[in-house]
């Protein structure tokens, strides 16, 4: 549907809508109809959407579905505060989300396990889910959150999600991202995080399986000797589209944040990584470093990428590094040579490549699975989860 | 305290090139339209394709706005405020015997370029333009001897048309940009070169630009052609004198290599930066490209760019011709209120295709510097190579240092690197040299031009010691 229909949806929807969900959400959803409205969807001419097409992934006739969650709790004051409401995707998604789904860590908690948020897709029809997600980390908090995506029947759908993070002072959260759909789903997902003082926060984003995703993370750093690790891998083939758009805000002195990226594209895949460092006057003694590696598998996948550092302070000490490169000819000729097959071994230099992230991440659990999940991906097998009913 | 004493001493430090020089000058009526374009062509004397080129170009241009991409704050310009044309020689000597005033000629002489070839620097021709004329180009007997053209591009075209002709926005399309559109309607004098097959130009060919009238722009536009397995080094030079007021400063360069060819284009650009409250200033908004044409061809462009209130300038290289190699080192240097937004963009399309990028930027005061690239590499570009490095270095906790680069990869076999960091200059070089006493100032400087230095060592020697010198004066008072 274009903007105009979305629009036009929510206003002839628009009583149904409200009677149906918490007064919270209801507040800011005619500004963000004004905000689509005056704006439309974002066109690749803007810097931030250079690579993804929007309106064209928003086209399909998706149907909405207009019930909230059964157990919906109460929503609290920190819905939307955080969120980009200029955005007009983020707009799109306070206009029609049904409700909001809380996970708080009270303060100094740290629940034993961690929290997984699964996240399925099934349905007969096209459908656009707008999702919502609140993660509040109390101060001194510490806690591990999964969130996967999964789609169980073979249909098209539209992802639209935003996720608002408060890490409070002194809190701890692995924050884990999981996508694992089909050909046919698009996923449109912003997030948001706002980090308080001596915190420690690990964000991983992992882009197994899709069709079309787009990605966006802004970190904001607001309180001083925080770290911030974020990591991203993405495997692509065929016509799968991945675009990741981060923006790490260095607010305040005394911070420290980390990225990697890694990228292997093989067939006719798209990639793109655009991430932003932020250093702002004042926030001196600010450590920042930022790492995008690519590897093309074919002459047809192509990779955009762009690194960028906006530093107005001086005592800094901030690097980015970027790098698409091929198969290493060397490391290849050294594997026949072994006797190891050509298929055998290009699917060894990628593991090897995509490797590095994944065992950045902590949880020791999470990552042994995904060691096992990156491998069989890359071996073309989707993974299916022992015991999980869900996939029949 | 005596730090401050120093920083006042250099804040009003004079920008030596600040001088206006009095001579009588032909300005057009301040105003942009059809008419005035083509008045500039008829005052030029242009042959009617010229004029086409010109009024397409207006056209194109009317329907453009002027871009806001840029990482800077880019004053409202109003383009009916400018005369676009002003002649310093227009004296009452009459068509074909112009005497050059000698006013102009002290003008160059207190530039440093003598325009007597008995007084030049030994191995080098100059082409002096001054706002829309070139007033003299020497050494031209010589180069002639060899088949080299080197002159006025309002001369080429009147003797060779054909190769202007055939090359004139071929690299720059008038549609490439809104100032490039600009440019190509109202573009004044500039310097041609032709070098012939085989042929190695004896002397560096020079062309330094001077901005002296008041209310006016400066749209030069200059071509070059290489033609295969020649070699030409090619230099350039501007100033102009300090004003209140913003002057623009629109260019277009145009380089074309043949098959083995070699061009080597070296800037120091100096335009007036404005004073230290960020008034005044030229704002310096440049398209310069460069087609690598035939197979094995190659490009250098080598920039220092340490004037202009505003910079916006990308000297790019499209490398067409298998294993081309294009190559960008720049040194940019920002200080009280000066922006830049400046980096390069390497287009490989042809086979075994690669390009270098190595920029420096330097920000002190309140100033802006940021290095903005694009690395594309075609389907076709097998084997394409590219190496990126952009490194900033921040003078002071009010400005700002950033880095946009943009990848886009689309062949398997490339391989394109990029790596980028930001850092002020650290504690302990400085210690270093206090403990051996020099004093911080001079510390600064040192450890600034060895930074600097795998750019500057890039340029011709004259041209290397002067940027050297520029270095140390854009940045002093800059330490603190």
Same mark, same amino acid.
């Given at each position: ?15 149904? =809508? ?10 800011? #959803? *005619? ?73 708080? =860590? ?22 656009? @889910? ?14 591990? @959150?999964? =969130?996967? *995506? ?46 308080? #003082? ?52 260095? #607010? ?26 932020? @250093? #702002? ?33 001086? *005592? ?44 950045? =991440? ?31 | ?60 241009w009317q329907t453009q706005k002027q871009p806001s991409w ?46 007597? !070839? ?22 031209? !007997? ?107 400063h629109a260019a277009i360069v145009e380089i074309v290599v ?16 404005? +004073? ?131 990848? +886009? ?9 990029? !790596? ?55 940045? !002093?008072?800059?330490?603190?």
């Amino acid at each position: 549907m274009s903007e105009q229909q979305y629009l036009d949806f929510y206003r002839a929807e628009r009583e149904t =809508i409200f009677a149906r969900s918490d007064a919270r959400l209801n507040a800011l #959803r *005619d500004g963000a109809f004004a905000v689509l409205q005056q704006k439309g969807f974002p066109t690749m001419k803007e810097e931030r959407y250079r690579y993804t097409d929007v309106a064209r992934d928003f086209a399909p006739d998706y149907g909405i579905s207009l019930s909230p969650a059964e157990d919906a709790a109460p929503c609290p004051a920190e819905y939307g505060t955080l969120a980009d409401s200029a955005d007009p995707v983020v707009a799109l998604n306070t206009m029609l989300t049904m409700s909001c789904r809380v996970v708080r =860590i009270g303060r100094g908690e740290r629940p034993e396990h961690p929290i997984q948020i699964v996240n399925t897709l099934r349905g007969e029809h096209p459908e656009m @889910v707008s999702r919502r997600l609140l993660i509040i980390v109390e101060e001194g908090a510490e806690a591990d @959150v999964i =969130i996967t *995506d999964r789609a169980v029947s073979k249909q098209q759908f539209l992802t639209n999600q935003v996720i608002e993070v408060f890490v409070g002072d002194g809190a701890h959260l692995n924050l884990y991202e999981i996508e694992e759909t089909h050909l046919l789903c698009t996923r449109y997902s912003s997030l948001f995080m706002q980090v308080g #003082r001596n915190c420690s926060v690990h964000h991983s984003s992992l882009t197994l399986f899709n069709g079309r995703s787009r990605n966006r993370a802004d970190v904001a750093l607001c309180g001083e000797h925080s770290e911030v690790v974020m990591n991203g891998c993405v495997i692509a083939d065929k016509m799968q589209h991945t675009d990741c758009n981060t923006l790490i805000d260095h #607010r305040v002195p005394h911070c420290d944040s980390r990225q990697l990226y890694k990228y292997v594209l093989d067939d006719s895949a798209v990639g793109a990584f655009a991430g932003r460092i932020l @250093v #702002r006057e004042g926030a001196q003694k600010t450590t920042s470093q930022e790492t995008n590696a690519n590897l093309c598998a074919t002459r047809t996948a192509r990779m955009y990428t762009q690194p960028m550092l906006e530093i107005y302070a001086d *005592d800094v000490r901030c690097s980015h590094g970027s790098t698409v490169g091929q198969m290493n000819e060397d490391a290849l000729f050294y594997m026949r040579q072994r006797g190891i097959s050509e298929r055998e071994a290009r699917l060894l230099l990628k593991s090897a490549f995509i490797t590095e992230v994944v065992e950045n =991440i902590p949880l020791h659990s999470l990552r042994d699975r995904l060691l096992v999940m990156v491998d069989r991906r890359l071996k073309g097998e989707l993974s299916k989860c022992e015991g999980c009913k869900l996939c029949e | 305290m005596a730090e401050n004493a120093f920083l006042r001493e250099v804040a009003e430090k004079k920008y030596e090139y600040g001088f206006e020089t009095k001579v009588d000058t032909e300005i057009l009526e301040k105003g942009l339209s059809e008419d005035v374009v083509r008045m500039i062509s008829r005052k030029k004397g242009e042959p009617e394709w010229l004029l086409d080129f010109r009024l397409e170009a207006f056209r194109f241009w009317q329907t453009q706005k002027q871009p806001s991409w840029g990482h800077l704050t880019l004053p409202e310009i109003d383009y009916q405020a400018i005369s676009y044309y002003a002649d310093p020689t227009k004296k009452s000597a009459g068509e074909g015997n112009r005497e050059i005033d000698p006013e102009l000629m002290k003008t160059f002489d207190k530039l440093g370029i003598p325009l007597e !070839e008995r007084l030049a620097l030994s191995g080098t021709a100059v082409d002096a333009v001054m706002d829309s004329v070139s007033v003299k180009t020497t050494f031209r !007997e010589r180069l002639a001897e060899k088949g080299i053209i080197f002159c006025s591009i309002s001369e080429a075209v009147k003797a060779h048309p054909d190769l202007v002709r055939a090359h004139l926005g071929s690299v720059v399309p008038y549609r490439d940009n809104y100032f490039a559109a600009l440019n190509s309607a109202v573009f004044s004098d500039g310097s041609f070169v032709y070098i012939p097959k085989g042929v190695r130009c004896p002397m560096e060919l020079s062309t330094y630009f001077r901005i002296n009238a008041r209310g006016t722009g400066q749209f030069e536009r200059t071509l070059i052609v290489c033609d295969d397995d020649a070699y030409v080094s090619y230099l350039e030079g501007c100033t102009a004198p300090m004003r209140d007021e913003n002057q623009l400063h629109a260019a277009i360069v145009e380089i074309v290599v043949g098959a083995r060819g070699e061009v080597k284009y070296s800037t120091v650009q100096n335009w007036y930066p404005g +004073d230290s409250e960020g008034k005044g200033g030229v704002l310096n908004l440049v398209t310069k490209r460069g087609l690598l044409k035939g197979d094995d061809s190659r490009l250098s462009w080598t920039q220092v760019e340490t004037g202009s209130a505003i910079t916006w300038k990308y000297p790019s290289c499209v490398l067409q011709g298998d294993r081309s190699q294009a190559e960008f080192y720049s040194v940019a240097v920002t200080n009280n209120f000066q922006q830049a937004d400046t980096g390069t963009k390497m287009i490989h399309l042809g086979r075994g295709t690669k390009s270098t990028i190595i920029s420096k930027g330097i920000s002190a005061g309140r100033s802006q510097n940021s290095y903005r690239g694009l690395v594309k590499v075609g389907r076709k570009a097998d084997g394409a190579r590219n190496y990126s490095s952009c490194d900033s270095l921040l003078l002071g906790s009010r400005c700002g240092a950033h880095t946009f680069p943009y990848m +886009d990869v689309q062949n398997d076999t490339a391989v394109v690197e990029h !790596e980028a960091t930001t850092s002020k200059i650290s504690e302990d070089q400085l210690f270093y040299c206090n403990q051996r006493g020099i004093a911080t100032e001079d510390a600064v400087g040192l450890i600034v031009n060895g930074y600097a230095k795998d750019v500057l060592n890039k340029l011709p020697m004259e041209f290397a010691v002067e940027a050297q010198k520029l270095l140390n004066v854009s940045l !002093e008072g800059a330490v603190g």
